[in-house]
């Protein structure tokens, strides 16, 4: 029912209804990170983050190198699985200026308003299952 709950929270911000926001100074607001040691930082955090989700990919590769003694080829794995783990990031994060013109597109920006407000929509139907769905 929680789960439901937030999705109507989600949904009623989507359809712009109410603009919906986390209450308080949150700790990243007040962090002042500025480059390199900025994204030093950012990039350690993410990892430390992603590091529970990243485990079962990571815990065969350690396997390879551990087990089977191919050292170099575990290197490379771990090598080829950090890049392909930070390279959307790194491509989202240098493609800006390229997603700022689209979303100063007015043709673009309609449509943009029209898949946010379809998405609610799908959004609350979904808050609603899972409200309704404990008691039925």
Request: aromatic residues 8%; contains cysteine; charged residues 10%.
């Amino acid at each position: 029912m929680l789960i439901g709950v937030i999705l109507l929270w989600v949904a009623v911000d989507m359809l712009g209804v109410v603009k919906c926001s986390m209450p308080g100074n949150s700790i990243m607001s007040k962090l002042q990170l500025k480059g390199s040691s900025g994204a030093l930082t950012l990039g350690l955090i993410y990892g430390i983050l992603s590091g529970s989700c990243t485990f079962g990919f990571i815990a065969p590769i350690l396997a390879v190198i551990t087990v089977q003694e191919k050292i170099a080829t575990g290197i490379l794995f771990i090598t080829l699985f950090g890049i392909g783990h930070c390279l959307p990031i790194a491509v989202a994060g240098s493609s800006t200026a390229t997603v700022r013109r689209l979303l100063e597109n007015s043709s673009f920006g309609r449509g943009t308003i029209w898949f946010r407000k379809g998405a609610g929509v799908v959004i609350t139907g979904l808050g609603l299952y899972f409200i309704v769905l404990p008691f039925v």
